[in-house]
C-alpha cells in the first residue's frame, strides 16, 4: 500500500524542521512580556512608569517652607501651587543644598496670569500691566505669596495702579 | 568540582529559580501601586481656565516635550454673535506663552485639550504592531520601543493629539503623566493650574470628588457621537467646542 512512501517521510521532515525553525524565531523574537495583559509588551509600563519626575508637587514644598505656606493662606493665592511659578523643583526637593530655584522676575509670572485679557473668566482679577505699573515689577508692591496690598494709611486702594 | 549526575541533579532546580529571576527583569517601580485598582480619568472646567499657559510648559518640561510638539495644548475660542457653528479657534505655539489680546465681543473662552484616554479609543485599534494599549488602569500609553513611526495612530485619534516625535520618529502622546500617577503624584499639568481648571480623577476610586461633580454639574466629553469612551470631561462647554 505504502509503496513510494519515502518521499512523503522527506516531505514531514521538512515541515517538522520548518515549524520548529518558526516555533524558535517566535521565541526568540516575540519579547517575554508580550500578551501579559492584552495585545502589547506588559513590561513597558513598568518602564514608562519609571521615569523620573520633574515637578516635585506642591506636598514636598509645604514640608520645608512652612513660613511661606501661613503666608499664602492668608491671601487669594493659597491655592496657587508653588510650582505654577517657581517651576519644576524635583531636583530642588532631592538636593535643597546644592540646586537653588532661580530668582522669578514678577513683571512677567504675573503677566501670565494677570494680564487682561476678554477671554479670562469675568471674575478673575485682571489688569493691563503696561497702563497698571508701567513696567515696574509687580513685587515692589504686592508681596506674591499674599498679594493683597493692605495699608491702613491709604485714602484709596493701591490696586487702582499709579499715573 | 566533578559533575557528578547526583550533583547535576541538585544544580538544575538551583539554575531554574535562577533562570526565573533573570527573566523577571526589572521590579517593579512602584510597588503599592495596584493598575486593578485604578480607572484614570481627567475633569477640565472650562469656566476656570484663564490661558495662562502652565500647563503647556509644565507639560513639555515634565515630558521633554519638543520645541513645537505638543501633548496638551489650550485653544481659545471666539464665538461672534452671529454665527455660533463657525467659531475662531487660534492655539498660537500651544498657548505655552499666553494668548494675545482677545477680540471684544462675542464670546471668548478658553478650552484645553490633552489625550482623552479613551476606553475605545481608535488609536490603539489601529496600532499593527501593538506599540500603543490601553493599561489596565485606563491610560493610553505608546512603548516607543515598539512603535514603527508607520503614523497609522496619529490618522486615527479625531481629537488630533498624537504626533511623531521628531527625534525618535515614534508615535507620542500624553501619557497622563503615568510616572507621576502610579507614584501617587497628580499630572505635571494639574500640579501647576492655578485656578484648579485641570482635576486628576480616579473614577475607581469612590472617595473622589469627581462622582459629585458629575452629579451636580452637566459635563460633556468631546465628540460623543464617535463613541471612543473619552474619559476627560468638561464642565461648562460651548456648544461650539469642537
Keep these: ?163 | 568540582m566533578d559533575i557528578t549526575r547526583r550533583r547535576l541533579l541538585l544544580l538544575l532546580p538551583a539554575a531554574a529559580v535562577a533562570w526565573k529571576y533573570v527573566q523577571a527583569g526589572t521590579p517593579e517601580t512602584a510597588p503599592n501601586y495596584k493598575m486593578t485598582e485604578h480607572w484614570w480619568a481627567m475633569l477640565i472646567d472650562i469656566p476656570k481656565c484663564i490661558g495662562c499657559g502652565s500647563c503647556v510648559r509644565a507639560c513639555a518640561e515634565e515630558n521633554d516635550v519638543p520645541e513645537g510638539y505638543y501633548r496638551t495644548w489650550i485653544e481659545r475660542y471666539h464665538v461672534a454673535d452671529w454665527r455660533i457653528e463657525r467659531p475662531d479657534v487660534e492655539s498660537p505655539d500651544g498657548g505655552k506663552q499666553g494668548f494675545p489680546p482677545s477680540e471684544i465681543g462675542g464670546k471668548n473662552f478658553f478650552v484645553p485639550k490633552l489625550c482623552n484616554h479613551c476606553a475605545e479609543s481608535p488609536c490603539t485599534q489601529v496600532c499593527p504592531v501593538g506599540a500603543t494599549f490601553v493599561t489596565p488602569d485606563g491610560v493610553v500609553l505608546v512603548d516607543k520601543s515598539y512603535c514603527l513611526g508607520c503614523r497609522y495612530c496619529v490618522q486615527a485619534c479625531p481629537y488630533g493629539c498624537r504626533f511623531i516625535n521628531p527625534k525618535t520618529n515614534t508615535a507620542e502622546k500624553c501619557s497622563l503623566c503615568y510616572h507621576r500617577i502610579t507614584k501617587g503624584l497628580t499630572t505635571a499639568c494639574c500640579e501647576v493650574c492655578p485656578t484648579g481648571a485641570r482635576q486628576l480623577a480616579d473614577l475607581k476610586n469612590p472617595k473622589d470628588p469627581i462622582h459629585e461633580f458629575l452629579r451636580t454639574h452637566t459635563v460633556q466629553v468631546l465628540k460623543p457621537h464617535m463613541a471612543t469612551g473619552a474619559k476627560v470631561f468638561y464642565n461648562g462647554m460651548d456648544g461650539s467646542v469642537r
Design chain 1, 1 to 163: 500500500m505504502f509503496k513510494d512512501i519515502e518521499h512523503l517521510v522527506r516531505l514531514a521532515a521538512v515541515m517538522a524542521i520548518a515549524l520548529i525553525a518558526f516555533a524558535t524565531m517566535r521565541a526568540l523574537v516575540v519579547p517575554r512580556s508580550f500578551g501579559e495583559y492584552g495585545h502589547y509588551r506588559g513590561d513597558a509600563i513598568a518602564e514608562i512608569a519609571a521615569r523620573p519626575v520633574a515637578f516635585a508637587g506642591h506636598d514636598v514644598c509645604e514640608a520645608c517652607h512652612i513660613d511661606v505656606v501661613e503666608q499664602k493662606k492668608q491671601g487669594k493665592h493659597v491655592v496657587v501651587p508653588c510650582e505654577a511659578c517657581h517651576g519644576a523643583q524635583a531636583k530642588h526637593a532631592d538636593d535643597p543644598a546644592s540646586v537653588k530655584p532661580a530668582k522669578l522676575d514678577t513683571a512677567v509670572v504675573c503677566a501670565r496670569c494677570h494680564e487682561a485679557n476678554s477671554a479670562k473668566p469675568k471674575g478673575f482679577p485682571q489688569v493691563a500691566t503696561a497702563d497698571h505699573a508701567g513696567g515696574l515689577a509687580c513685587d515692589i508692591c504686592h508681596q506674591p505669596h499674599r498679594p493683597k496690598i493692605e495699608t491702613p494709611a491709604a485714602t484709596k486702594p493701591a490696586t487702582e495702579g499709579k499715573k
